[in-house]
C-alpha cells in the first residue's frame, strides 16, 4: 500500500523526469550534429522557428499541437513525447525501487544517459562518445559512493567490460570477414561495469545477445535483408543493463549462473 506521501513522490519523479525527458531530447538531437546543447532556444528542425514554453510542456505541448509545429505545421516526430513519457516512467520506477536515498540521482542520471544512448544509437548507429567516456570515471565514482559498488568491483567492471566485448567483436570480425561491433560498444560495457560493478555483464550480455538476435532475425525475415543486416547493438546492452539496475540482484537468487 502507498501513503499519500509515496504517492506526492512518484507523482513529483514522473513531472521531474517528464521534464528532464524533454532536454534528453535536445541532447539526442543535438549530440550527433555537434551542436550546442545549451544555445540557441528550442526551434523547430524543419523551418527554424523558436518553439514558445507552452509549446514545449512534455507530452502535452505535442498534444495540444496535435504533432505538428505551430510555423510551418510539419510533423513532429513522435520521438519527442516518447522520450518523455519514457524518461517520467524510469523516474517514478526508481523513485518506487530506491527511494529517497543519495542512490536515486545517481541511478537516474545512469538511466537518462541509456535513453540518450539508445535513440541516438538507433537513428544513427553511433555510441556518442561525449556521454560514455566522461561517463565511466563519474558512474565509477557514484557507484561507489551512492551504491555500494566496492572500488574493486567497479574497476573490474570496467577492465572486463572492455575486455571481454572487444575479445567478442574481434573473434567475430576474424571469423565473418565483418565488423560486428564498434569501440562505442565496448565502452559502453566498460560504463556499466563502472556503475554495477563486474558481476552484472554477463546478465547484461546475456540479454543484449538474446533480444538482439531476436530482433535481429524478424528484421531480417520482415525485410528480407541478408545475415549481414546491422543492428544497433547499444540499446539491447543498455536494456540488460536497465533490467539487472532493477531486477538483476533479485535474479541471481534463482539463477545465480547469470550473475
Given at each position: 500500500?502507498?501513503s ?7 507523482g ?5 523526469g517528464?521534464i528532464?525527458?524533454s532536454?534528453l ?9 555537434g ?6 532556444a528550442?526551434?523547430c ?6 518553439i514558445?514554453?507552452?509549446?514545449n ?5 505535442y498534444?495540444?499541437?496535435k ?6 505545421r ?6 519527442y513525447?516518447?522520450v518523455?513519457a519514457?524518461?517520467a516512467?524510469l ?5 518506487l ?5 543519495p542512490?536515486l540521482?545517481?541511478?537516474?542520471l545512469f538511466?537518462a544517459?541509456?535513453i540518450v ?12 562518445h ?6 565511466i ?11 555500494g559498488v ?5 574497476f573490474l567492471?570496467i ?5 571481454v ?5 574481434l573473434y ?6 565483418n565488423?560486428g ?10 560504463m ?6 563486474w ?5 547484461i ?19 528480407g ?8 547493438f ?26
Open positions: 500500500m502507498i499519500s506521501m509515496g504517492w506526492l513522490g512518484i513529483g519523479a514522473i513531472l521531474l517528464a528532464v525527458g532536454y531530447n535536445v541532447c539526442i538531437y543535438r549530440i550527433p550534429r551542436e550546442s546543447l545549451v544555445f540557441p528550442s526551434r528542425p524543419r523551418c527554424g522557428s523558436d514558445p514554453w507552452h509549446d510542456v512534455p507530452i502535452i505541448g498534444l495540444l499541437l504533432g505538428r509545429c505551430r510555423h510551418c510539419q510533423r513532429i516526430s513522435g520521438r513525447p516518447l518523455e519514457l524518461s516512467a523516474a517514478s520506477a526508481a523513485y525501487k530506491f527511494g529517497l536515498s542512490a540521482p545517481a541511478v537516474f538511466l544517459a541509456l544512448i539508445v535513440f541516438i544509437d538507433i537513428e544513427h548507429q553511433i555510441i556518442p561525449e556521454i560514455v567516456l566522461p561517463g570515471p563519474v558512474f565509477l565514482l557514484a557507484a561507489v559512493f551512492t551504491m566496492s572500488w574493486r568491483d567497479s567492471g577492465m572486463v567490460g572492455i575486455g566485448l572487444y575479445l567478442i567483436a567475430y570480425e576474424q571469423i565473418t570477414g565488423e561491433m564498434g569501440g562505442g560498444d565496448v565502452n559502453l560495457m566498460a556499466f561495469g563502472a556503475f554495477l560493478g558481476q552484472s555483464l554477463p546478465f550480455l546475456m540479454i543484449a545477445s538474446v533480444t538482439g538476435a531476436a530482433v535481429g532475425i524478424f528484421l531480417m525475415i520482415r525485410r535483408e541478408s545475415l549481414k543486416y546491422a543492428v544497433p547499444g540499446p539491447f546492452l543498455s536494456l540488460g543493463a536497465a533490467l539487472y539496475l532493477f531486477w538483476g540482484r533479485d535474479l541471481a537468487k534463482y539463477f545465480p549462473c547469470l550473475i
